[in-house]
């Protein structure tokens, strides 16, 4: 039998996962309130008898990552009705017999406006792309009282199932710049991510309007094309750098009980991607 004798074992979990900046940003959480923690990056391919193995060996919770999510849901116990809806969990916590589920992205999208004072009960709402990452957006928008919301993917029929489960509109990716005008745009697809395009935009800035809201979900790099096309344009962005400090924050306080130190995780975040300077709140935004 192998069991942490004193300091307690916490990790991310996927595949590639040598990249991952959540032990940077948990390790400094635990740092700052000198808890005797250690988070580690852990490639795991054999979801079912890894999760196994890390329960056996003590670690008292994970973070989860692609393409282990939507498996997760269904090893994990004691789910919430958010992870059921969202069909995916990226929080496993020990408990006596097993690991309980949880979703923390969608609060991650949620704290993200909270935190910005950024409102959007009936605003009309862009969704570009229809995989997990989209499904945690959309959920997030209707907890957060969105009017309508339209989901614009590269595959039009992928699009049209999550529209038909989450009761909103889809519209073929091509045809976005024809959908009318909308004041909150998400971006779930990986177009604008290192080694990815990085400076292509996933649609035409045609529909980006000042004012309007617009969120990347890539934090790699912390501003994509599309954020930086976005502000000059006048819009409001927020970069997916906020998403990773607030769904971590939700990790931390769910297997902790306590508030997180984002203040710190947002510190260490920028250091480490070198980030341009934030506001005056602590915000990444480009000045
Ligand atoms: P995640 O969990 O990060 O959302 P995913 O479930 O694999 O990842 O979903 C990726 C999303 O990005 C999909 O909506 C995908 O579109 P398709 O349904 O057409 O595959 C979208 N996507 C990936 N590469 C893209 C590209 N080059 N241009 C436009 N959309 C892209």
Redesign the pocket.
Known sequence: MIRPAQTQLYAVIGTPISHSLSPVMMNEAFNVLNMNVVYVALEVTNLEQDLETLWRVGFGGLSVT?PH?ERALKIASDLDSSAKAIGAVNTLKRSKNGWQGRNTDWIGIVRSFQERGIQMHGKRVLVI??????RAVIYAAKQMGAGEIVIA???YE??VEVAEEFECEAIP?DDVTAGGEFEVIFQ????GMSG??DDKL?VSSVILKPGSVVMD?VYNPVWTAFLRKARKLGCIVISGLDMLIYQGAAQFEWWFGMPAPVAAMRRVLQKVTKAEQNDDKGNFTIR
């Open positions: 692609i999510k792309g229809a995989g997990g990452a989209s993917n590269r595959t992928k699009g990716l779930t697809t990986p177009v990815y395009g996933p979900l």
